[in-house]
């Protein structure tokens, strides 16, 4: 039988050495440790009730509102959200309202600087009275052309014209439909 005191030496080395191996080898690294508390699908912040604009040489040339905007940036894809939908109104020189454009649901694209507008998504151009509504729309800021591959009604002052996917520029003054459908009027000249 060993006696009573080596017993309590070879605890007291066992614990000795578990905890040090324990000290030694646990170190806390910023990286791993964001790694396990950060999550990315998680928002970085949120504004309610946003009124926002843009403008360029000191001109305001776009204003969006919003009831609710979540942004997210922590993952590879960093976008703002719209849960609730935008209203959008573009500006002419003169600070008059050309154009507006609604959805029910949006996202933004910060690296791409493009927007999706989803869910009854209405376009139109205050000055020559046209009207255009899709279920998607893509806003390109870069090229500043708004366009879709969906479906589109447009309503102009003469006839309303469908299709499949559309182009325009952004303040929706000058478009076109991709693949038109339907009956349309073409005026003798």
Same mark, same amino acid.
């Given at each position: 039988?060993?006696?009573?005191?080596?017993?309590?030496?070879?605890?007291?080395?066992?614990?000795?050495?578990?905890?040090?191996?324990?000290?030694?080898?646990?170190?806390?690294?910023?990286?791993?440790?964001?790694?396990?508390?950060?999550?990315?699908?998680?928002?970085?912040?949120?504004?309610?009730?946003?009124?926002?604009? *843009?403008?360029? $040489? /000191?001109?305001?040339?776009?204003?969006?509102?919003?009831?609710?905007?979540? @942004? &997210?940036?922590?993952? !590879?894809?960093?976008?703002?959200?719209?849960?609730?939908?935008?209203?959008?109104? *573009?500006?002419? $020189? /003169?600070?008059?309202?050309?154009?507006?454009?609604?959805?029910?649901?949006? @996202? &933004?694209?910060?690296? !791409?600087?493009?927007?999706?507008?989803?869910?009854?998504?209405?376009?139109?151009?205050?000055?020559?009275?046209?009207?255009?509504?899709?279920?998607?729309?893509?806003?390109?800021?870069?090229?500043?052309?708004?366009?879709?591959?969906?479906?589109?009604?447009?309503?102009?002052?003469?006839?309303?014209?469908?299709?499949?996917?559309?182009?325009?520029?952004?303040?929706?003054?000058?478009?076109?439909?991709?693949?038109?459908?339907?009956?349309?009027?073409?005026?003798?000249?």
């Amino acid at each position: 039988m060993a006696p009573i005191k080596t017993i309590k030496n070879n605890i007291n080395i066992v614990l000795i050495i578990l905890i040090s191996t324990i000290l030694f080898c646990c170190k806390n690294d910023i990286e791993e440790v964001n790694k396990l508390t950060v999550s990315n699908d998680r928002p970085s912040f949120q504004v309610i009730d946003l009124e926002t604009s *843009f403008s360029d $040489s /000191g001109q305001v040339k776009v204003k969006i509102f919003a009831p609710e905007l979540v @942004r &997210y940036e922590r993952g !590879e894809l960093q976008y703002d959200e719209y849960p609730e939908g935008v209203n959008v109104e *573009f500006y002419n $020189s /003169g600070m008059e309202v050309t154009g507006t454009l609604r959805c029910n649901y949006a @996202r &933004y694209l910060i690296k !791409e600087e493009r927007w999706e507008a989803k869910s009854d998504v209405e376009v139109n151009n205050t000055e020559k009275d046209e009207r255009i509504n899709t279920e998607l729309l893509y806003w390109d800021i870069k090229k500043e052309l708004i366009y879709s591959d969906k479906f589109v009604r447009i309503t102009t002052a003469e006839e309303i014209l469908f299709g499949e996917g559309f182009e325009s520029n952004q303040d929706f003054s000058k478009w076109k439909i991709l693949k038109p459908t339907g009956t349309i009027n073409v005026k003798d000249e």
